[in-house]
């Protein structure tokens, strides 16, 4: 099922920002032009999650990415950007990304796709979670489809590869549109870090191979929307980023299987 908000011409749905929670919404400026998607991100939550609308430039279909809160102020945004919302796209069970995805689910009827289903146990721990960081009303929920690697999933005319990034979380994955040249990929990686490996079931070798093997191959000219803090591209953060750049990765080789992947 999906709801269908009043329509307004493709140019005007590319240009608007929309105010939700504390910020405004902004619309993430791609490399590639003309561009088959549009991307629109919402910071919710006090951690301001970048919570992302993707859609289909032609058919105005849309996905809403890791929407954690705010859930009313979010179906107000696609309202306005005259976006028809089909499903709710889940990169991993943490609160401030799943934390409103029972609440939507519940005021729109949509699918809820991902994360993977080793981020179960984060999932059922979402109430408990909101507890302790002020979001007493968040419910955990179960996927209407689980997600593994290599998974793809359509949004109108467009289609999205998923990949399995676990470390951060084990049921971490992201999406990647390719003719877009376009990542979601939570909290795999950030502008200049990447993401924490302290939690339970956390795994750091695990998260530099999934960044090295996983994103890095995809390009060196994807911009990437990350969980939180601004967007950057792949090349950028291979370059600079003190983590995972590929200086860094040089000086400290990460280990990998003697049989794994290159
Ligand atoms: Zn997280
Ligand atoms: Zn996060």
């Known amino acids: 099922m999906s709801i269908t908000a009043p329509k307004v011409n493709e140019r005007d749905a ?21 561009t088959p998607i549009g991307v629109a991100i919402f ?10 609308l993707v859609w289909c430039r032609k058919t105005l279909r ?15 945004a696609v309202a306005k950007q005259g976006l028809t919302l089909d499903a709710i796209w889940i990169t991993h069970g943490h609160l401030d990304h799943a934390g409103g995805a029972a609440e939507m689910q519940d005021k729109t009827g949509l699918d809820i796709i991902g994360p993977h289903p080793e981020d179960q146990f984060w999932i059922d721990g979402i109430p408990a979670q909101g507890q302790l960081y002020g979001m007493p009303d968040a419910r955990s929920f179960t996927p209407t489809r689980w997600l593994g690697d290599g998974d793809v999933v359509t949004l109108g005319e467009t289609i999205w590869e998923v990949y399995h990034c676990p470390g951060h979380t084990p049921g971490h994955v992201i999406f990647f549109n390719r003719l877009a040249r376009f990542a979601q990929v939570g909290d795999v990686l950030f502008q200049g870090s990447v993401g924490r490996t302290d939690f339970p079931r956390s795994d750091h070798a695990s998260l530099l191979n999934a960044i090295v093997t996983k994103l890095w191959p995809l390009g060196d000219d994807v911009t990437f929307v990350p969980g939180h803090g601004p967007t950057s591209t792949f090349g950028a953060e ?7 750049s ?15 992947p290159a």
């Open 14 to 34: 590319g240009a608007r920002t929309v105010p939700v929670g504390r910020r405004d919404g902004y619309l993430c400026r791609m490399s590639q032009s003309p």
């Open 43 to 52: 910071p919710v939550t006090p951690l301001q999650q970048n919570c992302t």
């Open 62 to 76: 849309a996905a809403i990415i890791d929407p954690g809160a705010s859930v009313d102020a979010l179906l107000g």
């Open 238 to 244: 291979r370059r600079s980023n003190p983590y995972v």
């Open 246 to 260: 590929d200086a860094a990765l040089g000086r400290a080789p990460i280990a990998r299987p003697a049989n794994g």
